[in-house]
Every structure is written in C-alpha cells, then in structure tokens.
C-alpha cells in the first residue's frame, strides 16, 4: 500500500513514534504512551499533527449562502469569524461526513473535513455547486496545507513562547487569520479534545518550524490513539464510528445541529419526516472494556446494538463507549450489558459526557 505522508513524517519518526496505516495516510499512533499523551493534554499541553484533514476554500459573494445550503446547521446567522460544527448530509438525509466551516471573510469560507472523505466530500460539494447558481468558486487545498491541534489549558502561553501572536479573547468556536514569520495562518479556537486549545492552518513548507518550536518548547506530541480516548471521554461523534453513510443525524445525537427554521438545506425535508431506527448512547462499565464491535444485550443475551467507540479511560480509570442501539429492541427499564468475548458486563447508561471540563 503506498501511503501519503504529511509534511511532518520524518519529525515522526525521529521522536520514534509508532506509524499506522490511517485514511490513506502513514499516521503517529503514539510516541510513549497513550496515558502518558491523554494525561499531557488533560493537564498541559499537547500537540496532534492532523494535516491529513482536508481543506476546501469556498469564495465568492455566495460563499456564506452556499454553505448554509450544505449543511443542516445555520451558518448565514451567525457572525463573522465564528465556526459552525455539522453533519454533511445528502437529500434522502443519510451522512456523507460532519465538518467544520470558518467564516474567515463576507466572501471566503473555510471547508475541514475528514482525511478519509476528501475526494467523497469534494465530488459532493462540486456536484450540487449548481444546484442554485451560487456565485462562488471552490478550491480543494488539502494537499498544500497542514494542521496542528494544540490542546490543553496551557495552550496560549506555549503559542506566544514560540511567537505565534494569539487572542487571547478569541471565543471558543472562532478563527481568525495571521502571520507567522510572515506565512500567512488561520488560527481556529475549536478541537476535539474538550479541553481549550487552537487548531493552526499552515502551508506545508511552514509548518515544520511551528512543530519542532513546540517540541523544543516540552509541548508533548500526541497520536491518533491519545486523541480518539480524548474526545471518547467527552462523547463527540467520529465518523466512521457513530457517522455513517447508512444515519441520519437524528440517529447520532445531532438533533442539535438541524437548524431548518426560515432556511433551505440539502435533505432537510427528509431529515424532518424521516422516523428514528436507531440511538446512540453513553455507557459505562466497572468492570471490562467495551471495543467498537461488541454486542450490546439484555440480560438474556438479546442483541440489542453494538458498541460504536470504547475504551479504556486514563481519566475516569474505567471503559467508557458509545453504542448505537435498536430502538424498538431497547428497553429503558431493563438493565443492559456489554458481550466481552462471550461474557456478559454490566454496562451503565449516561445522560452527560464522561468528562466535562477543560474547553471553553
């Protein structure tokens, strides 16, 4: 298989960190231990390279307009330098990919998106370019960009120790744009952690100078396994895991983001008229560790859905999940339980996020 490799590889491999095969990508999994990264971003401070996202730039006077179409989020509402989380859904409502979209400028509007569906995505927003003869122009510029996620609460006063200027007063789920020795960056205060931290959008040449200017600085780099107990721990959704192509948002707790007042959106007359299958749920167990792909049953064994994400959580220091389940099989009355290799655990069904502090 050949892989592609970020800008970053041979920094990644000089630290030792563990390479793994990730949507397409040679990918750090981990440097020392996921502990060790999961503890460094709860407590200090981390640094993620995640420059195998993808970025589509959408300009033109349309640009706000076209994306409020694209997504069931509202984004023509809200101000400008703000940033809008949301599922990508096609007309008969099922999920292409979810996605984040920066209101950088009235004219320019920033499109991340997941590594494994770039081309999915590209091909999706292309196609329905035309649909209402939006005035922009949609540029795929995943291959000449980075990204670092900088995590944890002493994010800010490691930027400013290698002399990238922050707002201090940036509010949570914005981006503004930059200079770092004269490179232009767009720097977003959102991540996917649950702790504060800044996501930086650099092109390739520059982001090496950034990297080992934070390593110099004792900021811990962190891999994939580090940032997917993270933002377990906190109950976002990863597509993939909880997102699919065969779900509709209704069906992975994102009632929240179905904005359909006084608005138009790809599938949003069949997202509101479609019926609810499925929902996904936050469980924990004292005992055991519940895998994406474990059953999840009644006392006698009835299968009534599957573990989506699960892990051992260093912060909790018990297995935390999320497991879709069938809801004309579940049975909020009846205890439920997670099948570990054949054996039967006691799982516990949550109501908030596992870990609730950290981000603003």
Known sequence: MNLKKTSLFEEHVKLNAKMVPFAGYSMPVQYTSVKNEVYAVRNNCGVFDV?????????????????????????????????????????????????????????????????????????????????????????????????????????????????????????YYSATEGHFQNS?????????????????????????????????????????????????????????????DDVLPNECNLNWTIKPEGRDFIGKNSILNSQQRSKLVKISLDKGIPREGYPVTLEDKTNIGVVTSGTMSPTLNKGIALARLNIEKFDSTKPIFVDIRGKLFPAKIQVKPFYVLGAK
């Open 51 to 171: 420059s195998h996202m993808g970025e589509f730039f959408v300009t033109g006077k349309d640009a706000i307009s076209f994306v409020d179409y694209l997504m069931t989020n509202s984004f023509a509402s809200v101000p400008m330098n703000k940033a809008v989380y949301s599922p990508l859904c096609r007309h008969d409502g099922t999920i292409i990919d979810d996605f984040i979209a920066y209101k950088l400028t009235p004219e320019r509007v920033l499109l991340c998106v997941n590594a494994s569906n770039i081309e999915k995505d590209w091909k999706w927003i292309t196609s329905v370019q035309n649909e209402k003869q939006f005035d922009i122009e949609l540029i795929n510029s995943s291959a000449e960009y980075s990204l670092l996620a900088v995590q944890g609460s002493k994010t800010i006063e490691n930027l400013e120790k290698i002399g990238l200027e922050i707002e201090h007063n940036l509010p």
């Open 184 to 244: 232009l960056v767009i720097i977003a205060r959102t991540g996917y952690t649950g702790e504060d931290g800044f996501e930086i959008f650099i092109k390739n040449e520059m982001v090496e100078t950034i990297w080992k200017k934070l390593i110099e600085n004792k900021v811990i780099p962190c891999g994939l396994a580090a940032r997917d107990v993270l933002r377990l721990e906190v109950c976002y959704p990863l597509y993939g895991h909880e997102l699919s």
